[in-house]
């Protein structure tokens, strides 16, 4: 079982940057995949960014080269730097955890970039 914990959403002028993190129940070195995804008003959930346990990363075209993910395994914990936020980054953002065929996902952070 893993528990995931977003945190560090919140109101942002375009142009800005914020980091997201998520915090991971027990040892995320053995969780194959964590990932970003976000959903705005009247949309579907989308793939924003993935990171492998070694490593290897996958963004969505829309946020290459603005946003970076990564993640500290000593600190059980995923981050996602985003910069040059844009209204249309506006959602919530979902940590996503892929262990053992099993998925788990977070709660859910609100981010609101205004323009």
């Known amino acids: 079982q893993v528990q995931l914990v977003e945190s560090g959403g919140g109101l942002v002028q375009a142009g800005g940057s914020l980091r997201l993190s998520c915090a991971a129940s027990g040892r995320i070195f053995s969780i194959n995949v964590m990932g970003w995804y976000r959903q705005a008003p009247g949309k579907q959930r989308e793939l924003v960014a993935t990171?492998?346990?070694?490593?290897?990363?996958n963004y969505a075209d829309s946020v290459k080269g603005r946003f970076t993910i990564s993640r500290d395994n000593a600190k059980n914990t995923a981050y996602l730097q985003m910069g040059s936020l844009k209204a249309e980054d506006t959602a919530v953002y979902y940590c996503h955890a892929l262990k053992g065929g099993n998925s788990y996902w977070g709660q859910g952070t609100q981010v609101t970039v205004s323009s």
């Open positions: 990171i492998t346990n070694i490593g290897y990363t």
